[in-house]
C-alpha cells in the first residue's frame, strides 16, 4: 500500500473518471494484499483457549483508530496544498 499511496494520489488528481476508477482498482489491490494472508495471522498469535477473542478484540480495537484518518488528510492536504499531500500519511 505504501508503494501505492503516490500514484492513486496522483490518478486522483487527474480529476478524469477513469484515472479514478483505475486509482480506486490499484487501492483494492493492495488492500486486498493485506487482507488476504491477515486472517491466518491472527489466528496464529494467540493460543487455542482465547483464539476467538483475542482475534476479535484486536480486529474491532483496530477499527476504531481509522476514524481520525479523514481528518489527518484533510490537514495534510491542507497543510501541503497538492493532493498527493495525504501519501504521507499512508
Known amino acids: ?3 501505492l ?3 492513486i494520489f496522483w490518478l486522483v488528481d487527474l480529476k478524469s473518471p477513469w484515472t479514478i476508477i483505475l486509482a480506486a482498482c490499484l487501492g483494492q489491490f493492495a488492500l486486498s494484499l493485506m487482507y488476504g494472508p491477515q486472517a491466518a495471522f ?3 498469535l494467540f ?3 482465547v483464539r476467538y477473542s483475542g482475534a476479535s478484540l484486536g480486529y474491532q480495537a483496530a477499527s ?3 476514524v481520525a484518518s ?3 488528510a484533510i490537514i495534510l492536504l ?3 496544498g497538492n493532493a498527493p499531500g ?3 500519511y499512508m
Do not use: H, R
Open 5 to 7: 499511496a503516490f500514484p
Open 70 to 72: 479523514p481528518t489527518i
Open 64 to 66: 476504531v483508530v481509522p
Open 42 to 44: 491472527f489466528s496464529e
Open 47 to 49: 493460543g487455542a483457549n
Open 78 to 80: 491542507l497543510w501541503s
Open 86 to 88: 495525504p501519501s504521507l
Open 1 to 3: 500500500m505504501a508503494v
